[in-house]
């Protein structure tokens, strides 16, 4: 059984960072792309970035680029998402999630995913 727990949302003023993880269990993590993804209420839940398996590529929505970094530890089962110069329209449930096939690389789409974490809240304050 596959287990995300992300950790490190809060509240922050606009400008500032915040460094989100997100902790995996049940398989081996080294072998399969991760990716984060937002929602807000009454929006579909969009892309924020995805990682490949070594952590070699990387890829982000055009929103956060050059603002956000995701990373990955592979010995402690974890990665990252460091968000800086945050910005109002960066709040949101952020998710990680996993997909099922080893084999898939880091996508910027929900069906690709197949495991979920329960989210945890990011609100950037003007």
């Known amino acids: 059984q596959v287990q995300l727990v992300e950790s490190g949302g809060g509240l922050v003023q606009a400008g500032g960072s915040l460094r989100l993880s997100c902790a995996a269990s049940g398989r081996t993590f080294s072998s399969y792309a991760m990716g984060w993804f937002r929602q807000v209420p009454g929006k579909e839940r969009e892309f924020v970035a995805a990682i490949s398996w070594s952590g070699g590529k990387t890829y982000y929505a055009d929103s956060v680029k050059g603002r956000f970094t995701i990373s990955r530890d592979n010995a402690k089962n974890t990665v990252y998402l460091q968000m800086n110069s945050l910005k109002p329209e960066d709040t949101a449930v952020y998710y990680c999630?996993?997909?099922?096939?080893?084999?898939?690389?880091?996508?910027?789409?929900?069906?690709?995913?197949?495991?979920w974490g329960q989210g945890t809240q990011v609100t950037v304050s003007s």
């Open positions: 999630a996993a997909p099922a096939l080893s084999w898939l690389g880091p996508s910027n789409l929900t069906k690709k995913y197949d495991y």
